[in-house]
C-alpha cells in the first residue's frame, strides 16, 4: 500500500479514473477527443436538423465525416498489430470518444468497414479489394424479420412453427448466388453503401429451412451497383439522425458464389462472431453518450440557479451528479469487459456480448435521462445538446437487438450452460 501524506483530489481524465495511460494511449484518445469535438459534434447536430435526403446528397457534410476519419488511420489493421490487451483498452477509448461526439456518427464510421473486415478475417483477397474504398453496411434485419434474425437455436422457436426466412433470401446454385427481396429501412448505412455484407436465409437445393425448422443462411458480401439493385427513400427517424439508414431492393441480382463467406455448415457460427465483434461497438459508443450527458449536467449545474443558489449548492443535485458519475463508471467498466471478452476468448457468443451492450444502453438511458430532467424545461429546447442526446440514446434500446429479447436470449443460453454442468459444482 501506497499511503500519501496529503489529502489530494482523485487522479481523473477524458475516461474518468483510469490507471495511467500509456503515452500511446494519451496520443490517442487526445487525437480521437480532438476529432469527436471538432468534427463529429458539430457535423452531427448539423445533419440532425438536415432532412434524410439532404444527409446524403453528394454535397452533405456526411461525406467529409468519413474522409477525416480516414486521415486518423487507426482502422483495424491498427488495432491488430497491438498485443491483444492493449488493443482492447485503446479501442475502449477510441469507441466512446466516437460516441462522445456522436453516436450516430461513431456507428457509421465503423459500419462502413464492416466489409471489409469481413473480408480480411476470410483472407480473400478478391473481396477485398472489392470493398477497398467503399462505403459499407451491414445488412441483417428485414421489414418481417427484426429480432428473428437473432435466432441461432431450435429451442428458441416454437415447436412446429416454420421459421422466419424473411424477406430477403438467396438461391445458391452451382457457382453463382440469386438474391431477392429487401433489407429492413433500419440498415446502418444502408442509404449510401456502396458494398454490403448480407446475412440472409438461402435455398441450398433442399429448401430455406433445416429439419429443425430454424433457416439455412449465407453469409456473402454483396456489391450495390449491380444490375438489379435499388434503392427506397432514406429513413426518416427520431434519433441518430446523422447514421443513414434505409431500405435497399434486390430483384434477380446475381453474384459469384466465390463472394460467399459462410454457407450452411459454417453461417451460424459466423453470424455470432459478427455479431459479437459488432455489438462490442455499442458498448463503447454508448458509454461515451453517457460521459457526454453526464458532462452537460455537471456543467450545467455549476452555471444554472434555483432557490437563490446554483444546482451544485443543493444537496439533491450532488446525489444526482453522483448516481449518473457511478452509473458511467459501470458502463465502462462493462463496455470494457465485454470487448475483452469478445476479443480474446477463444469461444466468444453474441448472446454473451449482446448483455454488454443490454447494460450499457441502459445505464446510459438512465444517466440521460436524469441529465434530460436536471436541465428542466431546458431539456425540450433543440437549443441545449441534451435535446438530441436523449433521442439519440432511446433508440440504443432497440439498435443492434431489443433489449429485452437480448435478455430473454441471454437466458436460454444459461439454461444451455447449466445443462452441460457450469453452476453444478
Not at 157 to 182: C, F, H, Y
Not at 228 to 238: F, I, M, Q, T, Y
Amino acid at each position: 500500500m501506497e499511503l500519501k501524506t496529503e489529502l489530494s483530489l482523485p487522479a481523473a481524465g477524458l475516461t474518468g479514473f483510469e490507471p495511467p495511460l500509456t503515452e500511446l494511449e494519451v496520443s490517442v484518445q487526445e487525437t480521437v477527443h480532438r476529432f469527436a469535438r471538432d468534427v463529429l459534434r458539430p457535423i452531427g447536430r448539423e445533419l440532425d436538423r438536415m432532412s434524410p435526403e439532404d444527409a446524403i446528397a453528394p454535397d452533405s457534410p456526411y461525406y467529409t465525416v468519413l474522409a477525416k476519419a480516414a486521415e486518423l488511420g487507426m482502422d483495424p489493421s491498427f488495432f491488430e498489430e497491438l498485443e491483444p490487451e492493449v488493443a482492447v483498452r485503446l479501442e475502449s477509448i477510441v469507441g466512446e470518444e466516437l460516441g462522445w461526439g456522436d453516436p450516430g456518427l461513431a456507428v457509421s464510421m465503423s459500419v462502413a468497414g464492416f466489409p471489409m473486415m469481413m473480408a480480411q478475417a476470410a483472407g480473400n483477397q478478391e473481396l477485398i479489394d472489392l470493398c477497398t474504398g467503399k462505403i459499407g453496411c451491414w445488412m441483417l434485419t428485414q421489414p418481417d424479420r427484426g429480432s428473428d434474425v437473432g435466432t441461432m437455436y431450435a429451442d428458441e422457436w416454437p415447436a412446429g412453427a416454420p421459421g422466419n426466412k424473411g424477406n430477403l433470401t438467396a438461391v445458391v446454385s452451382g457457382d453463382e448466388i440469386v438474391i431477392d427481396g429487401q433489407c429492413a429501412a433500419w440498415v446502418s448505412n444502408g442509404a449510401v453503401a456502396q458494398v454490403a455484407l448480407c446475412y440472409i436465409a438461402a435455398d441450398y437445393g433442399n429448401g430455406y429451412l433445416r429439419d429443425d425448422q430454424i433457416p439455412n443462411g449465407l453469409a456473402a458480401i454483396v456489391p450495390l451497383d449491380l444490375p438489379g439493385v435499388s434503392r427506397g427513400a432514406p429513413l426518416d427517424k427520431a434519433g441518430q439522425r446523422p447514421l443513414p439508414q434505409g431500405e435497399v431492393y434486390f430483384d434477380n441480382v446475381r453474384i459469384p458464389r466465390r463472394f460467399a463467406i459462410a454457407e450452411q455448415d459454417g453461417y451460424y457460427g459466423n453470424l455470432s462472431s459478427a455479431w459479437s465483434y459488432g455489438g462490442t461497438l455499442m458498448c463503447q459508443v454508448f458509454t461515451g453518450v453517457a460521459r457526454s450527458a453526464f458532462e452537460l449536467a455537471l456543467a450545467y449545474a455549476h452555471e444554472r440557479k434555483q432557490g437563490g443558489v446554483k444546482l451544485i449548492e443543493h444537496q439533491l443535485t450532488r446525489y444526482r451528479l453522483g448516481e449518473m458519475g457511478r452509473r458511467v463508471e459501470m458502463a465502462r467498466a462493462m463496455a470494457r469487459r465485454s470487448l475483452a471478452y469478445a476479443r480474446t476468448s477463444p469461444q466468444t457468443h453474441a448472446y454473451v456480448t449482446a448483455q454488454g451492450k443490454v447494460n450499457v444502453t441502459e445505464q446510459a438511458m438512465k444517466v440521460v435521462r436524469e441529465s434530460f430532467q436536471m436541465f428542466g424545461g431546458n431539456a425540450t429546447s433543440r437549443e441545449y445538446p441534451i435535446e438530441k442526446i436523449f433521442r439519440d440514446t432511446c433508440s440504443a434500446l432497440i439498435e443492434d437487438g431489443e433489449n429485452y429479447v437480448l435478455s430473454l436470449r441471454m437466458g436460454g443460453l444459461l439454461s444451455q450452460l447449466y445443462e452441460t454442468g457450469w453452476t453444478q459444482n
